[in-house]
């Protein structure tokens, strides 16, 4: 069974640091694409950021180029997003996603449960 | 970027009812689309992908279509399970985009 477990959120203030964590299981990590899609409280699902499977290429959405990195670690199955800099409008939750390929057409196939992250003094 | 516009925004229709959501993409995307649903408190699923494919495990009730550039789920027989959130989403071109969500309940 695949499982995308997220760890790391909690409350910050803004400016401050915050790095995610997503431990992966019942898939071999190093094969697939990862991603980090958000969700504001009460708002709709908002893409964040792209790693490639070797890591070799990462996306980033424009609000948060610069701030925010994401990166991986195979030998550990793990994905990680590095949020510095963090404003009132990164509060959300945070979902790892997976990246399958069906059909020749890109899919986030396997979320976690999420990760709660809310900037505020 | 590529905008999704989703509507209706909200929906209320009855059990068994036909039910029908729509995207419209701001250019072209081809079958690059998918569809996720969202039930209260939970991760969004899969539905499905390449505009027209269901997803493993998707009850036949829902289903995908395309015509130019707008996207229709169509779910056939609206059950209480299907209550939730569904958004679609283009992956043709980064950054990929959501559209803003329906919120489907009962009536």
């Known amino acids: 069974e695949v499982q995308l477990v997220e760890s790391g959120g909690g409350l910050v203030q803004p400016g401050r640091s915050m790095k995610l964590s997503c431990a992966a299981s019942g898939f071999t990590f190093s094969n697939y694409g990862m991603a980090w899609v958000r969700q504001a409280p009460t708002k709709g699902l908002e893409w964040v950021a792209t790693i490639s499977y070797d890591g070799s290429s990462t996306y980033y959405r424009d609000s948060v180029k610069g701030r925010f990195t994401i990166s991986r670690d195979n030998a550990k199955s793990t994905l990680y997003l590095q949020m510095n800099s963090l404003r009132s409008e990164d509060t959300a939750t945070y979902y790892c996603t997976r990246i399958e390929q069906l059909s020749h057409y890109y899919v986030m196939d396997a979320w976690g449960q999420g990760a709660s992250v809310t900037v505020s003094s | 970027d590529i905008q999704m516009t989703q509507s209706p925004a909200s929906l209320s229709a009855s059990l068994e009812e036909i039910v029908t959501i729509t995207c419209q993409a701001s250019?072209?995307?081809?079958?690059?689309l998918a569809w996720y649903q969202q039930k209260p408190g939970k991760s969004p699923q899969l539905l499905i992908y390449g505009a027209t494919s269901l997803a493993d495990g998707v009850p036949s009730r829902f289903s995908g279509s395309r015509s130019g550039t707008q996207y229709s789920l169509k779910i056939s027989r609206l059950q209480v399970e299907d209550i939730g959130i569904y958004y679609c989403l283009q992956a043709y071109s980064a950054p990929w985009t959501f559209g803003g969500g329906t919120k489907l309940e009962l009536k």
């Open positions: 250019q072209d995307i081809g079958n690059w």
